[in-house]
């Protein structure tokens, strides 16, 4: 059974920095997009970053372009979240997600979600 944890949220003012990472495990084959989705209060879950081993690297939000990166590292199973100049309006819990092979922004098309890490920007 695929298992996603993240971690690495917290408190940060603003232009801080933090990494966010997801943990994978469960699952042999590099052959996955693994994505970051986030969700604020009162809006809908959107798509952040996504990485392929087929496609490379996605953005799905032209606000963290500049701003937010992401890296994966097979051999630990591992997919990295780093944001730096954070801003208030990037407060949302995070999450991290895999489906097969291609990445995209949907949400509705992943299969395997992580339980979120809360991000908070505020002085």
């Known amino acids: 059974q695929v298992q996603l944890v993240e971690s690495g949220g917290g408190l940060v003012q603003p232009g801080g920095s933090l990494r966010l990472a997801c943990a994978v495990s469960g699952f042999t084959s590099d052959a996955s997009a693994i994505g970051w989705f986030r969700q604020a209060p009162g809006k809908e879950r959107e798509g952040v970053l996504c990485?392929?081993?087929?496609?490379?690297?996605?953005y799905y939000a032209d606000s963290v372009k500049g701003r937010f990166t992401i890296s994966r590292d097979n051999a630990k199973n591992t997919v990295y979240l780093q944001m730096n100049s954070l801003k208030p309006e990037d407060t949302a819990v995070y999450y991290c997600a895999m489906r097969d092979y291609y990445c995209t922004g949907h949400p509705r098309y992943f299969d395997s979600w992580g339980q979120g890490t809360q991000v908070t920007v505020s002085s």
């Open positions: 990485i392929s081993d087929s496609e490379g690297i996605k």
